[in-house]
């Protein structure tokens, strides 16, 4: 399927289902696909998603064409940012939807302003996703670049996000997920999470964010679970890390709620383990620049600091780690200083 280039294309939400029957399909954009401008043309249909690849393998998504979300309708009447509006809505398409599809490949297009998520992988098998880039205001709300979830060997690389909100977050029901040679900023960093608000068994197990630069983001690697969640996050690595002026660079947070505070402490609780931070540079636009805040019920454990040199963003201040029941260690210079539970 060709979007031929030096054409503009208004498409409908539209999806498409397989199962197909050869092995590969070739989709190549080179022109430019836009959204209808306004939420009307969503009327009767799932106000969810735009477009929709559903069981089909072996895909490749490819070109040097752009998609555009015309998100601006949408931003202006999210209850997320006007609660008070009358009629306000909570829910927004996201742009390119892959569900239950294996061996996709996504490569080299432009997205930009998602009305909500850009890009969600769900309940797929072996996604490369590569010379991606996605591009959205930083006030623009609830626009994740990508969002994976019940996903195993996701590849993100040599890609450049720019939104307002996570770079990527990864969900629940995830493993083997590697995130490589990506640019993220501005936006809300590379999240783990939110994970467990329903009280239920969180699954999330080899994540890798290596050679990953935040550019101003307001959290750079951040894991967050409700206190009601149970079960595991294991086996996290970020290396060769570096932030620019970023507010939260290394953030744990078990205590994710609505409004923070307000949520019951309980006994249950995400176990988080085996986080090994190594390779991390840069500067930290808030005093706290290693927050490692984890549940009270179920510690987290067994997570290395490995050379790190975070500074201050105004030269002068002062940035320190603070640790809420963690355990862990620490390996060459770890800056500031780590604060392990012994
Ligand atoms: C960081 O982002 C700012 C815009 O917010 C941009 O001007 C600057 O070039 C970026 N820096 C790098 C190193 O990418
Ligand atoms: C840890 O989480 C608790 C509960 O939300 C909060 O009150 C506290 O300020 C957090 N600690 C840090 C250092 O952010």
């Known amino acids: ?10 498409v409908h ?4 289902d397989g199962p197909c029957k050869p092995t590969t399909i070739s989709f190549m ?3 430019i696909i836009i959204a209808p401008d306004s939420p009307e043309a969503w009327k009767g249909r799932n106000q969810g998603r735009w477009l929709i690849f ?10 040097t064409g752009m998609i555009d979300g015309r998100g ?3 931003w202006d009447i999210i209850c997320a940012k006007h609660g008070h509006l009358p009629g306000c809505v909570k829910l927004a398409p996201t742009v390119l939807s892959f569900l239950q599809c294996n061996k996709v490949s ?13 890009i969600l992988i769900t309940g797929c098998n072996n996604v490369v996703i590569r010379y991606l880039s996605v591009k959205s205001p930083e006030t623009s709300p609830n626009t994740d670049g990508i969002h994976i979830s019940s996903s195993h060997g996701v590849f993100i690389r040599n890609t450049n996000i720019g939104s307002g909100d996570d770079c990527v977050s990864i969900g629940d029901h995830t493993s083997d997920i590697y995130i490589t040679d990506v640019d993220c ?4 960093g590379v999240s783990i999470g939110s994970l467990g608000k329903s009280g239920n068994e969180v699954k999330v197990d080899n994540i890798n964010v290596i050679r990953v630069r935040f550019n101003k983001t307001t959290n750079g690697v951040r894991i967050k679970t409700w206190q009601v969640g149970r079960g595991h996050v294991r086996g996290v690595l970020y290396e060769d890390i570096n932030f620019m002026d970023v507010k939260n660079p290394i953030i744990i947070d078990q205590y994710y709620c609505n409004v923070r505070g307000a949520c019951e402490s309980t006994k249950t609780g995400v176990q988080i383990s085996d986080v090994r931070y190594a390779g991390i540079f840069g500067t930290s636009k808030s005093k706290v620049a290693i927050n490692l805040n984890c549940s009270q019920a179920v510690p987290c454990t067994d997570i290395l600091l490995d050379t790190i040199l975070l500074a201050p963003s105004t030269p002068g201040k002062e940035v320190i780690s603070s640790c809420n029941n963690a355990y862990g260690s620490s390996a060459g210079i770890v800056e500031p200083e780590s604060c392990f539970l012994e």
């Open 185 to 188: 900023g501005p936006g809300h």
């Open 1 to 10: 399927m060709l979007v031929p280039d030096g054409n503009t294309f208004l």
């Open 13 to 16: 939400p539209m999806a498409f």
């Open 54 to 63: 559903k069981d089909v393998d072996g895909l490749s998504v490819d070109g």
């Open 29 to 31: 954009i080179s022109g």
């Open 72 to 74: 601006k309708g949408w």
């Open 106 to 118: 996504l490569s080299n297009i432009l997205v930009v302003d998602s009305p909500q998520t850009h």
